[in-house]
């Protein structure tokens, strides 16, 4: 059964930095993509950034680029996303997703209507002015 499950989230200051997790179970790990996503209030959810599993190839949202990273443990039971230098507009609810649709070459796609099928319950990110 694919399982993820965030954590992590919570309430900062601009600038500020937080760390989200995304446990993945046994089988979401063998997906060909993890992915972060978030949506605020009133807007479609967008693609944040990603980890291709076959290679640790890593993919960023020009809005995250230089501020965020993506990481994960050892074992690979978890996959984090460092956020630092936050900004209002990073606030959202903030989820993890597996898909196995790639592209031709290697590599995942941001959005999240490429085949990300299997979603946590999300973690909230408040950043305030």
């Known amino acids: 059964q694919v399982q993820l499950a965030e954590s992590g989230g919570g309430s900062v200051q601009a600038g500020g930095s937080l760390r989200l997790s995304c446990a993945v179970s046994?089988?979401?790990?063998?997906?060909?993509?993890i992915g972060w996503f978030r949506q605020a209030p009133g807007q479609e959810r967008e693609g944040v950034a990603n980890?291709?599993?076959?290679?640790?190839?890593?993919t960023y949202a020009d809005s995250v680029k230089g501020r965020f990273t993506i990481s994960q443990d050892n074992a690979k039971r978890t996959l984090f996303l460092h956020m630092n230098s936050l900004k209002p507009e990073d606030t959202a609810m903030y989820y993890c997703?597996?898909?196995?649709?790639?592209?031709?070459?290697?590599?995942?796609?941001?959005?999240?209507?490429?085949?990300?099928?299997?979603w946590g319950q999300g973690t909230q990110v408040t950043v305030s002015a």
């Open positions: 997703a597996a898909s196995n649709q790639q592209m031709n070459g290697g590599g995942c796609f941001l959005g999240p209507e490429f085949g990300y099928s299997y």
């Open positions: 046994e089988f979401a790990r063998s997906s060909a993509c």
């Open positions: 980890f291709y599993s076959f290679n640790g190839r890593l």
